[in-house]
T-cell receptor, first 115, second 115 residues
């Protein structure tokens, strides 16, 4: 069975400092992994995705994530936080080559950015 | 513009009064899905559809119905809403190709309150 664990429900950083949002997954198969962002009162937007082409994945707005199979992790990072990064972030795992394309969502990490 | 639309965006209703939330996509996607989002629980899948006339239960289907008569539309029906169905609902769609990841595109959400 697949599962996703976001290790922090809330992360608070100062503007201009690095961001680290942690995600661990479990999957019996080679997974596809995603990070989605949800700004207040908005829908979900794809930040980046891992599909086995490269372990370091670059996304929009300066975010990137590294797939580490040995650690079953897919942590999201950004070198310098901006006020507009304040949002809810979801780590998501999808079973590849599946007709159902189920998405298993983590419970989310709320990122606060302090001026 | 490629998009998933949902209507209504906000709805307040009373227990037992049937309602339908519509979802439509213009990307010719085979796969469509409904999720509900509740604080601390992330997103949970309600129902999904892999093509016209093909639907199946997700993780939390009780109290909901869906239909897929046309490829672009996937309405969510609550025959007799109850207060525990107060939630934020998202519709999503994606291509259905077995050989690639399945990035899902999300609608803007429907906030439902059942009194």
């Amino acid at each position: 069975a697949q599962s996703v664990t976001q290790l922090d429900s809330h992360v608070s950083v100062s503007e201009g400092t690095p961001v680290l949002l942690r995600c661990n997954y479990s999957s019996s198969y080679s997974p596809s992994l995603f990070w989605y962002v949800q700004h207040p009162n908005k829908g979900l937007q794809l930040l980046l995705k891992y599909t086995s082409a490269a372990t370091l994945v670059k996304g929009i707005n300066g975010f990137e994530a590294e797939f580490k199979k040995s650690e079953t992790s897919f942590h999201l990072t950004k070198p310098s936080a901006h006020m507009s990064d304040a949002a809810e972030y979801f780590c998501v795992v999808s079973l590849r080559n599946s007709g159902n394309t189920p998405l298993v969502f983590g419970k989310g990490t709320r990122l606060s950015v302090i001026a | 513009e490629a998009q998933v639309t949902q209507n209504p965006r906000y709805l307040i209703t009373v227990t037992g009064k049937k309602l339908t939330v519509t979802c439509s996509q213009n990307m010719n996607h085979e796969y469509m899905s409904w999720y509900r989002q509740d604080p601390g629980l992330g997103l949970r899948q309600i129902y999904y559809s892999m093509n016209v006339e093909v639907t199946d239960k997700g993780d939390v289907p009780e109290g909901y119905k869906v239909s897929r008569k046309e490829k672009r539309n996937f309405p969510l029906i609550l025959e007799s809403p109850s207060p525990n169905q107060t939630s934020l609902y998202f519709c999503a769609s994606s291509r259905l190709t077995l050989s690639s990841y399945n990035e899902q595109f999300f609608g803007p959400g429907t906030r439902l309150t059942v009194l």
